[in-house]
């Protein structure tokens, strides 16, 4: 590996973990996939069946009242012994044979893409790419992506298009270089969900893929981008650092003085 210097991620399934992010992502809009859909909601409802307190307490949704009526520490004493049930239990089996197999192609896709997409982000950004991370997998029809802070990573999506694990792992370590706010968090999808995707699968951007709410500052800072793309040597933190050359000068130098003017004006009462 060049100069003995990479991103190692340490993929793992950890039981307590899947079963809560399982048992959290109620509702419609927490799949990726209808895949395997029926499989989670019976594994929701045999879980819910057999002691709705402990559901409520491990989904974060256990009631100050029933705190109050002495429901805490009832709860938790029926909590280890309910967790063990759930694990013994086929329906839970079931989701965890899912992750396991989705972990493994994970792995196998991080694997074969680390070389040409770890020069790509290298080459891009300037970093240097030698963190080990935790990688928690959640099953994958469901929706999953953050990075944690201390190098911990949850991740488990579907695989909407190819390397759409490779891309969004890389989107998720990047967080860690560059930060969270909606200026970094827009250049982390420009470098990986736009850059990365395309030079993976061909295709270009826009149009743009990733977040709705991110979408107007990739499209204000594209032009300024660009030239940094083209220009030979790439410090990403620089061109983050500064704003006023990254969302000014991004304007095409061939508008007018008058409209320039009023452009650079609407771009700052945006407040970016
Ligand atoms: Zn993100």
Redesign the pocket.
Known sequence: MRNNKYIKLNFRVDDDYLIVHTLASMGKDRFSSRKHQKNILVFQNYAWKKHKPCYNLLVGRFSAIEIAKGGLQKTLKRLPDFLKELKASKRYKKIYRQTEEYLKFCERQWNDNYFVSSEAIEELTGLRLNKKFDVYITHPSLRNGSYRGSNTIEWGHNEDWPNYATVYLW??IL?SYIGWSDKE?AI?ELIADEKLRTMLNGGKYPPFVGHKHLKNIKQKVLLKWKKYLKSNKHNIRDFIKNPHDIFCNSINPTVPQEEKRFKVKKIRAAGY
């Open positions: 989107h998720e967080h968090h982390i």
